[in-house]
């Protein structure tokens, strides 16, 4: 579903200094896989993100994402993925199934394909209730499960999140994480999650990718990772990785 080679991103800053965000990564995710991404502020996490959405353009190397080149065929990429990013996605004045069903026109769906998809996500994301508030009335917790409606309206076989429970109290981050469960159980939805919570990643992740530097440090399950570094948590293996804790950034 992922495959990367040699990944790169550079910056030229205004006095000609070269910033190395991203050094050659490899990556590779399968169909059906919920792989835990994390890494420091600072480690190359959110441009590598970036570039496999389509958002920036690699520097060097080569990435193709549910099939399609990132870097020759970026549009046919976007159709495929869905991608939940750090802010709201849905403008605070519309209803919520009206939101739902205009994201799903503008992916080229009919009216009614729009509206079916539409009541299947206000279902499976308990949303039901919610169908004729107007955004701005939700809660934040409320406002993340419609976001994760957004984009899976036009059922992308790749879904990217962005630290979707940033900002959300404890309560709410446990029922995102197991809307995240329902959905990668029932669906069968490949997802790649960036988290700063590592209990989040633990719990919900077949595998952990750690970046460093702009490169991958370590890539293996939450069990393994915790075996090899001796550590019960990966609170523990992350400061064994990097010489600091996430929760420091």
Not at 29 to 49: D, I, Q, R, W, Y
Not at 88 to 98: C, S
Not at 133 to 149: E, K, Y
């Amino acid at each position: 579903m992922i495959h990367a080679r040699g990944l790169t991103r550079h910056f030229r800053l205004r006095r000609g200094q070269i910033v190395e965000a991203v050094r050659g990564i490899d990556l590779d995710v399968a169909p059906g896989e919920l792989v835990a991404f994390l890494g420091p502020n600072g480690a190359g996490k959110s441009t590598t993100l970036r570039m496999l959405t389509t958002l920036l353009p690699p520097t060097a190397g080569t990435a193709t994402v549910a099939g399609y080149d990132v870097r020759t065929d970026p549009a046919e990429a976007r159709r495929r993925i869905g991608y939940i990013g750090q802010g709201h996605g849905a403008g605070d004045y519309f209803r919520v199934r009206d939101e739902l069903v205009t994201q799903g026109r503008l992916y080229g769906l009919t009216r009614t394909e729009a509206g079916e998809r539409a009541d299947q996500l206000l279902a499976v994301l308990d949303l039901e209730s919610l169908a004729k508030r107007t955004v701005s009335t939700l809660s934040g917790g409320q406002r993340r499960r419609l976001d994760i409606a957004i984009g899976l309206i036009h059922r992308p076989p790749l879904l990217f999140l962005d630290e979707p429970s940033t900002g959300l109290d404890p309560q709410n981050r446990a029922n995102l994480a197991e809307v995240i469960r329902r959905l990668h159980a029932e669906f069968a939805t490949t997802i790649f999650l960036t988290t700063h919570y590592l209990e989040e990643a633990d719990a919900l992740a077949d595998r952990v990718i750690v970046i460093d530097g702009g490169r991958v440090i370590a890539d293996d399950s939450p069990m393994t990772l915790k075996a090899e570094h001796d550590r019960t948590t990966l609170d523990g293996v992350f400061l064994a990785l990097t010489g600091r804790s996430l929760r420091d950034e």
